[in-house]
């Protein structure tokens, strides 16, 4: 079966450089969500969309923005890297189904390290 | 908001006994409850979940319960084998995204 597709699956960026992820979803999966993972923690949640439309927001700097297409793939934008950036950024997609929240799935996702 | 706090940290337990990792969440709004396994360097996996309107599921040898009243939950897994060692995370929801727990790094031990 067809998982969540993460591009790049690696990358070195260095201080004050901008980076973009890509996330290609579950097919019919309408929602979107961005988690960032330190070394040893828990992924915290960044931001989701849901039908192209941003449904939630976390812990997410002013420096990163998101998006979503009208393909349903994302995009995590990142702008003016720190050094503390550097984490696995996971994209995790599901299928909205009204009020019920629904299973996440996650992609494989990208491994961040700033210089 | 959402606090889901998770014990133990660290788990050992012996090849075929049983390992058991406990979450309390603090929302009492939430409705969903998966949990995750995490190996090294990999994506959480969902291995199982419960919403609120069930107290137990089962699949093979993974197992949750829920207790509603009590805001606690529960992963349970019998016969473990070599292959279940990973970092196990429990997660509730607010709204439609999930908060997870700090994680549970659970080793197998021959």
């Known amino acids: 079966a067809a998982g969540v597709i993460q591009s790049p699956r690696h990358l070195i960026k260095e201080k004050r450089e901008t980076a973009t992820l890509k996330c290609y979803p579950i097919p019919r999966h309408d929602t979107v969500y961005w988690y960032q993972q330190g070394p040893g923690q828990d992924p915290q949640f960044l931001i989701s969309?849901?039908?192209?439309?941003?449904?939630d927001k976390g812990s997410i700097p002013d420096r990163f923005s998101a998006q979503q297409f009208s393909d349903y793939h994302s995009e995590l934008n990142m702008s003016s890297l720190e050094l503390g950036d550097s984490a696995l950024y996971f994209c995790a997609s599901s299928l909205g189904l009204d009020s019920t929240v629904g299973e996440q799935y996650f992609g494989p996702g990208t491994r961040l390290t700033v210089t | 908001g959402e606090n889901v706090e998770q014990h133990p940290s660290t788990l050992s337990v012996q090849e075929g006994d049983s390992a058991v990792i406990k979450c309390t969440y603090s929302d009492s709004a939430s409705n969903y409850f998966p949990w995750y396994k995490q190996e090294l360097g990999k994506r959480p996996q969902l291995i199982i979940d419960?919403?609120?309107?069930?107290g137990e599921k089962k699949d093979q040898r993974i197992a949750v319960t829920l207790n509603k009243t009590a805001k606690h939950f529960s992963l349970h897994i019998t016969e473990t084998q070599p292959e279940d060692s990973a970092v196990y995370f429990c997660?509730?929801?607010?709204?439609?995204?999930?908060?997870f727990g700090k994680g549970t790094r659970l080793h197998i031990l021959p």
């Open positions: 997660a509730a929801n607010r709204d439609d995204k999930i908060i």
């Open positions: 969309f849901y039908e192209k439309m941003q449904s």
């Open positions: 419960i919403r609120s309107n069930v």
